[in-house]
Nanobody, 123 residues
Framework: QVQVVESGGGLVQAGDSLRLSCAAS????????MGWFRQTPGKEREFVAA????????YYADFVTGRFTISKDNAKNMVYLQMDSLKAADTAVYYC????????????????WGQGTQVTVSS
């Protein structure tokens, strides 16, 4: 079992930056992929970025490439999502998730989820 807790959301203006944090606990993450997803009302949860804990490989949705960066701190079991050049369209609840095995952009394949953190970008 893995527990994940997100933090760092808030209200920012378009063009600003924000860093989300995800604290993971419960067991070794060496076999896990950590992902960030986002969701807006009435829409399905969509993939944002993922990081393979074992080799550090990262994966991004096309709409965030070059603006968002996912990273990890091995010592602290933390995963971060640095979001730059934010747009109003990035407004959503952002979720951190963990899955055992390889990378996936498919939300239902993730086993463990946090409660989400709201990001609001005003234009």
């Amino acid at each position: 079992q893995v527990q994940v807790v997100e933090s760092g959301g808030g209200l920012v203006q378009a063009g600003d930056s924000l860093r989300l944090s995800c604290a993971a606990s419960g067991r070794s993450l060496s076999s896990y992929v950590m992902g960030w997803f986002r969701q807006t009302p009435g829409k399905e949860r969509e993939f944002v970025a993922a990081l393979d804990w074992s080799d550090g490989n990262t994966y991004y949705a096309d709409f965030v490439t070059g603006r968002f960066t996912i990273s990890k701190d091995n010592a602290k079991n933390m995963v971060y999502l640095q979001m730059d050049s934010l747009k109003a369209a990035d407004t959503a609840v952002y979720y951190c998730a963990a899955r055992l095995g390889g990378n996936s952009r498919y939300a239902p394949s993730y086993n463990y989820w946090g409660q989400g953190t709201q990001v609001t970008v005003s234009s």
